[in-house]
Nanobody, 122 residues
Framework: QVQLVESGGGLVQVGGSLRLSCAASGRTFSTYTMAWFRQVPGKQRELVAAISWSGSSTYYADSEKGRFTISGDNAKNTVNLQMNSLKPEDTALYYC???????????????WGQGTQVTVSS
């Protein structure tokens, strides 16, 4: 059974940092792209960052470039998202997901975690 389990969310002040982790299990993810999405109530789920399992390529949404860093640890089967200089608009439920399709196509993501809440207070 495939599982993606997120951790690391919480409450942080503006300008602070958080590190999210996603533990992947249940299959081999070597041909997958791993990604972090976020969603706030009433809005579409949006792609934050993505990384190939090999780590050779990454993608960032424009608003996250320079603030967020996505990385993978193949030995531990985890994908991490380091978030710095957090803003109130970063408040959302953050999801880990896996895709074998096009990075920015939501429907190509076959596996999803349950999400971890990030709240940035001003």
């Amino acid at each position: 059974q495939v599982q993606l389990v997120e951790s690391g969310g919480g409450l942080v002040q503006v300008g602070g940092s958080l590190r999210l982790s996603c533990a992947a299990s249940g299959r081999t993810f070597s041909t997958y792209t791993m990604a972090w999405f976020r969603q706030v109530p009433g809005k579409q789920r949006e792609l934050v960052a993505a990384i190939s399992w090999s780590g050779s390529s990454t993608y960032y949404a424009d608003s996250e470039k320079g603030r967020f860093t996505i990385s993978g640890d193949n030995a531990k089967n985890t994908v991490n998202l380091q978030m710095n200089s957090l803003k109130p608009e970063d408040t959302a439920l953050y999801y880990c997901a896996a895709s074998r399709g096009v990075v920015r196509v939501l429907r190509d993501y076959a596996y999803w975690g349950q999400g971890t809440q990030v709240t940035v207070s001003s």
